[in-house]
């Protein structure tokens, strides 16, 4: 597939994932409350309806030895023993989503939307993303390898 026809095809993927996003109210700073004080089931159901058809059609790829669609490489992952980064990451996720009432998908749906508060909420996912690559400069740590690809990633210079 063309560059053009791989934009077109992510563009058309992203747009029908914020209508979805939307429609189902994802993007809804009541209905993420509410789920994160267990008061509303509706989120949590959503999630558990995608973690089930994510696991069911990836143990389907997996043995059926798939392909990507854009790039024709075999669909394959490692299985990672879970580390100290990613139960910290998950936590400071939880803490950001719990404070933003989003995390990046509802975001980008809800700029998309207008609600010019997400600007906000995409200032504080960047300042994020640069506070974590300068203290892991000034740890001298490497880079994190990338479980999608299964590799290291090159690491920083300073």
């Known amino acids: 597939m063309s560059r053009h026809g791989t934009r077109a095809a992510a563009t058309a993927v992203g747009v029908a994932f914020g209508f979805w996003l939307a429609w189902t109210r994802m993007t809804d ?8 004080l267990l008061q509303r089931a509706y989120l949590w159901l959503m999630f558990a309806t995608g973690v089930v058809t994510a696991a069911v059609g990836l143990q389907l790829l997996r043995r059926t030895h798939a392909r990507t669609i ?21 936590v400071l996720f939880g803490a950001g989503w719990a404070l933003a009432g989003a995390c990046p998908g509802p975001i980008a749906a809800q700029l998309g939307l207008g609600r010019l508060s997400a600007l906000f909420t995409v200032a504080g996912l960047f300042a994020g993303i640069r506070l974590a690559d300068w203290l892991a400069d000034r740890a ?16 920083r210079s300073a």
């Open 29 to 36: 700073f009541e209905q993420i409350v509410g789920a994160l």
């Open 70 to 90: 854009l790039g024709g490489q075999p669909i394959a992952w490692p299985a990672v023993t879970p580390q100290r980064r990613h139960v910290v990451g998950g």
């Open 140 to 155: 001298g740590v490497p880079a994190a390898s990338s479980p999608c690809l299964g590799e290291a990633q090159p690491t």
